[in-house]
T-cell receptor, first 111, second 114 residues
Framework: DAGITQSPRYKITETGRQVTLMCHQT?????MFWYRQDLGHGLRLIYY???????DKGEVPDGYVVSRSKTENFPLTLESATRSQTSVYFC??????????FGSGTRLTVV | AQKITQTQPGMFVQEKEAVTLDCTYD???????LFWYKQPSSGEMIFLIY??????QNATEGRYSLNFQKARKSANLVISASQLGDSAMYFC???????????FGAGTRLTVKP
């Protein structure tokens, strides 16, 4: 299916565990982004990528790792999950200068 | 650094009336884009409207229009003839010259009353 797909939609994990959120887009957009959404904060940028093998930190990168070996995939890894990382995570993609297309989001709960 | 401010945590409007959602921004970039997104209770982010910093006319998309006042650094969203389905969170966002990322405001929750 064309579009941007996030998986899983829901995830519960324990404190200290590593968890990876997946993001796949079929448009060959050069830019991809990861945001987290928390009440009262809107969406905050975690990491972004301008192209394959090019990534950079956003506003709140601590505790997260990203990679982009292929243009279409941009996984986000929480190396050692903490309760403060309980959030809704959105992946987005775009071409340069255009608005974003968002995935459906992943609701992550760290217990 | 870029900053987006939405000062209205919540707004109410009567069905069929117009409503304005406020957004101010701060940037030193000469070229930038302003966006509005809608997030219904189902959670997805839906693009509504775009305004470029060099666009002389205010953007319009159906019932949505963007009241762009560059000197005031404001980009208010106007929804005409509100419908019950307009009840949602609305986010203002800006993408700057470097095109690397988009910054979002904290959002405004709009409730349309029947």
């Amino acid at each position: 299916d064309a579009g941007i797909t996030q998986s899983p939609r829901y995830k519960i994990t324990e404190t200290g565990r590593q968890v990876t959120l997946m993001c796949h887009q079929t448009w060959s957009h050069s830019y991809m982004f990861w945001y987290r959404q928390d009440l009262g904060h809107g969406l905050r940028l975690i990491y972004y990528s301008a192209a394959a093998d090019i990534t950079d930190k956003g506003e709140v990168p601590d505790g997260y790792v990203v990679s982009r070996s292929k243009t279409e995939n941009f996984p986000l890894t929480l190396e050692s999950a903490t309760r403060s990382q309980t959030s809704v995570y959105f992946c987005a993609s775009s071409d340069k200068g255009y608005g974003y297309t968002f995935g459906s989001g992943t609701r992550l709960t760290v217990v | 650094a870029q900053k987006i401010t939405q000062t209205q945590p919540g707004m109410f409007v009567q069905e069929k009336e117009a409503v304005t959602l406020d957004c101010t921004y701060d940037t030193s970039d000469q070229s930038y884009g302003l966006f509005w997104y809608k997030q219904p209770s189902s959670g997805e982010m839906i693009f509504l409207i775009y305004q470029g910093s060099y666009d002389e006319q205010n953007a319009t998309e159906g019932r949505y229009s963007l009241n762009f006042q560059k000197a005031r650094k404001s980009a208010n969203l106007v929804i005409s003839a509100s419908q019950l389905g307009d009840s949602a969170m609305y986010f203002c966002a800006m993408r700057g010259e470097n095109n690397n990322d988009m910054r979002f405001g904290a959002g405004t929750r709009l409730t349309v009353k029947p």
